[in-house]
């Protein structure tokens, strides 16, 4: 039973955490953007704010293989200098940071030898990445486990604030209440109850709202001061801000080790605050100066009440966020007649440009045929001889792809990187991601491991002393000691490693020694990708 726990952890964190963990980096780039865009461009309309905060919430709920042949990512990776960029900072080096396919070596697809003996040097490795699999999924089961319990505690409060809370019975105020939901055009039924229990007014309900005026502002004298909060209340009743919170709050809580997600929640709150005071003050019907003393009434009365982590939308701030949104008074502009659809438009744009992050295989791969992977010598070309077959010895080998082309040969080449000429020890075949590599004969998975250099990779003993070899996979399929057919699948395609595009790098050894392939296999029957 310990077992049977021990791997769901495992075969579970093998799943969630490196979602999480790619979707923090991705985040983190977008909160780059995003906090660049409001910096550099001065950008002071909270609406606008609220769009670019809005993205990078967007980008923690994507899945990190989200693409677009439109992106930036793809963009500018027809850039000249993108490979050495994609190279340095490996942007796919953190998807196998969390991976259990077998320990990292120190090889390079040019200078790749093994000994029968690593498979046994992995596996104290691969024990001790379970366990960090198994804690770090335990860990964030945890930490989501009390901070939810925190969450409904916090919100049953507030629900029980309602359920003893006494219906507003006052004509005026209940007419205050009717003149507004007319001017938002809001159908549904909303409910005023009044509390001492609660120094804050807040609303809460989806399909039934009910806002919540506490007793002290009712007796306020100022009727103007009562006109703003059940106006701005409204405000967020319009724009079903209730719904949109407890979602914020679910991915906070989801992603609590993710500074990220807190810092983008606030200022997404913020913004809410201050689109719902410029909503109401574009009626022009409630003087600036006179909804900022609203404000400032409600802060005075906040700062004698409970402490609360807000969890729904309301006038319940913090002191700075007040002063922030009094300050934003002075500047706000009345909404112009086509300001959202252009907001929205742009949002569109930008999650179409900005948030995919991963590359994209058309019809064709990434690599030209001017690729900067030149053959040097001129004995490697193609062979004319149309057989498949292994010459000279009893064992066959078969295609490891059924499509395909050749994008690096056997032989001396110039490096796309550094530019200087090295041997390459396999051949390169260019794919879309995900298509199924097949083991190239029978034998036995001898590596099946993950490298920074060589990505995912997959090394297999055959008879006669030879050995192929897979890198840069994109998945793996099989693990070390397991027995093979020719033509099982073992992997997909993929962009690991020491890669500018998705591509299998494909071996043939004989005793150690690499062979070219080509004089085994008949690469031009290899079809084109649809």
Same mark, same amino acid.
């Given at each position: 039973?310990?077992?049977?726990?021990?791997?769901?952890?495992?075969?579970?964190?093998?799943?969630?955490?490196?979602?999480?963990?790619?979707?923090?980096?991705?985040?983190?780039?977008?909160?780059?953007?995003?906090?660049?865009?409001?910096?550099?461009?001065?950008?002071?309309?909270?609406?606008?704010?609220?769009?670019?905060?809005?993205?990078?919430?967007?980008?923690?709920?994507?899945?990190?293989?989200?693409?677009?042949?439109?992106?930036?990512?793809?963009?500018?990776?027809?850039?000249?200098?993108?490979?050495?960029?994609?190279?340095?900072?490996?942007? !796919?080096?953190?998807?196998?940071?969390?991976?259990? !396919?077998?320990?990292?070596?120190?090889?390079?697809?040019?200078?790749?030898?093994?000994?029968?003996?690593?498979?046994?040097?992995?596996?104290?490795?691969?024990?001790?990445?379970?366990?960090?699999?198994?804690?770090?999924?335990?860990?964030?089961?945890?930490?989501?486990?009390?901070?939810?319990?925190?969450?409904?505690?916090?919100?049953?409060?507030?629900?029980?604030?309602?359920?003893?809370?006494?219906?507003?019975?006052?004509?005026?105020?209940?007419?205050?209440?009717?003149?507004?939901?007319?001017?938002?055009?809001?159908?549904?039924?909303?409910?005023?109850?009044?509390?001492?229990?609660?120094?804050?007014?807040?609303?809460?309900?989806?399909?039934?709202?009910?806002?919540?005026?506490?007793?002290?502002?009712?007796?306020?004298?100022?009727?103007?001061?009562?006109?703003?909060?059940?106006?701005?209340?409204?405000?967020?009743?319009?724009?079903?801000?209730?719904?949109?919170?407890?979602?914020?709050?679910?991915?906070?809580?989801?992603?609590?080790?993710?500074?990220?997600?807190?810092?983008?929640?606030?200022?997404?709150?913020?913004?809410?605050?201050?689109?719902?005071?410029?909503?109401?003050?574009?009626?022009?019907?409630?003087?600036?100066?006179?909804?900022?003393?609203?404000?400032?009434?409600?802060?005075?009365?906040?700062?004698?009440?409970?402490?609360?982590?807000?969890?729904?939308?309301?006038?319940?701030?913090?002191?700075?966020?007040?002063?922030?949104?009094?300050?934003?008074?002075?500047?706000?502009?009345?909404?112009?007649?086509?300001?959202?659809?252009?907001?929205?438009?742009?949002?569109?744009?930008?999650?179409?440009?900005?948030?995919?992050?991963?590359?994209?295989?058309?019809?064709? !791969?990434?690599?030209?045929?001017?690729?900067?992977?030149?053959?040097?010598?001129?004995?490697?070309?193609?062979?004319?001889?149309?057989?498949?077959?292994?010459?000279?010895?009893?064992?066959?080998?078969?295609?490891?792809?059924?499509?395909?082309?050749?994008?690096?040969?056997?032989?001396?080449?110039?490096?796309?990187?550094?530019?200087?000429?090295?041997?390459?020890?396999?051949?390169?075949?260019?794919?879309?991601?995900?298509?199924?590599?097949?083991?190239?004969?029978?034998?036995?998975?001898?590596?099946?491991?993950?490298?920074?250099?060589?990505?995912?990779?997959?090394?297999?003993?055959?008879?006669?002393?030879?050995?192929?070899?897979?890198?840069?996979?994109?998945?793996?399929?099989?693990?070390?000691?397991?027995?093979?057919?020719?033509?099982?699948?073992?992997?997909?395609?993929?962009?690991?490693?020491?890669?500018?595009?998705?591509?299998?790098?494909?071996?043939?050894?004989?005793?150690?020694?690499?062979?070219?392939?080509?004089?085994?296999?008949?690469?031009?029957?290899?079809?084109?990708?649809?």
């Amino acid at each position: 039973m310990q077992l049977d726990g021990l791997q769901f952890f495992i075969k579970a964190g093998s799943a969630v955490i490196p979602f999480l963990w790619q979707n923090m980096i991705y985040s983190g780039i977008v909160l780059l953007i995003s906090w660049l865009l409001i910096a550099i461009g001065k950008v002071k309309s909270a609406r606008w704010q609220h769009a670019l905060w809005l993205l990078v919430l967007i980008r923690l709920v994507l899945p990190p293989n989200f693409s677009h042949p439109l992106s930036s990512r793809n963009l500018l990776a027809k850039l000249p200098f993108y490979e050495k960029i994609a190279f340095y900072f490996q942007f !796919d080096y953190h998807r196998n940071l969390f991976e259990l !396919d077998g320990n990292y070596g120190t090889s390079i697809d040019n200078q790749s030898t093994y000994a029968s003996n690593d498979t046994k040097m992995n596996q104290p490795n691969q024990a001790q990445k379970a366990r960090i699999f198994a804690g770090l999924f335990f860990a964030w089961l945890v930490g989501i486990s009390l901070l939810f319990m925190i969450y409904l505690k916090k919100l049953n409060r507030f629900h029980q604030v309602i359920k003893r809370a006494t219906p507003v019975e006052n004509q005026k105020i209940l007419q205050i209440a009717k003149d507004w939901c007319a001017h938002f055009r809001i159908k549904k039924s909303v409910r005023l109850v009044s509390s001492d229990e609660y120094s804050s007014p807040f609303t809460i309900g989806i399909l039934h709202p009910i806002i919540l005026l506490p007793a002290s502002v009712i007796k306020n004298e100022h009727h103007f001061h009562l006109e703003s909060i059940i106006a701005h209340e409204l405000a967020h009743i319009k724009r079903r801000d209730n719904l949109w919170m407890k979602i914020q709050s679910l991915l906070q809580i989801i992603y609590f080790f993710n500074p990220v997600a807190w810092y983008v929640n606030s200022k997404i709150g913020l913004s809410r605050e201050c689109i719902c005071d410029s909503m109401v003050l574009s009626r022009e019907k409630i003087a600036i100066a006179n909804y900022g003393s609203g404000i400032m009434t409600v802060l005075k009365l906040n700062l004698f009440g409970a402490d609360e982590i807000n969890v729904l939308p309301g006038f319940g701030s913090q002191t700075k966020k007040m002063m922030y949104r009094i300050n934003h008074l002075k500047g706000t502009k009345m909404k112009g007649k086509y300001q959202s659809l252009l907001i929205f438009g742009t949002l569109f744009f930008l999650v179409i440009f900005v948030l995919p992050m991963a590359g994209t295989v058309l019809n064709k !791969d990434v690599r030209p045929e001017n690729s900067n992977f030149q053959l040097i010598a001129a004995e490697n070309s193609f062979s004319n001889n149309d057989e498949i077959s292994l010459q000279n010895e009893s064992a066959e080998f078969t295609l490891p792809l059924k499509t395909g082309r050749i994008s690096a040969p056997f032989g001396n080449m110039k490096d796309p990187y550094n530019k200087k000429i090295v041997h390459h020890n396999g051949i390169d075949i260019a794919a879309p991601i995900g298509t199924e590599i097949f083991a190239a004969a029978d034998g036995v998975v001898e590596i099946a491991a993950v490298e920074k250099g060589l990505g995912k990779h997959i090394l297999l003993q055959h008879e006669n002393s030879y050995q192929t070899f897979y890198s840069h996979c994109d998945s793996i399929l099989v693990q070390s000691g397991q027995q093979l057919k020719s033509g099982d699948v073992i992997a997909h395609v993929g962009t690991t490693g020491r890669s500018t595009g998705p591509h299998l790098h494909f071996e043939i050894r004989k005793a150690g020694e690499p062979q070219d392939p080509q004089n085994y296999l008949n690469f031009k029957v290899l079809k084109l990708a649809k």
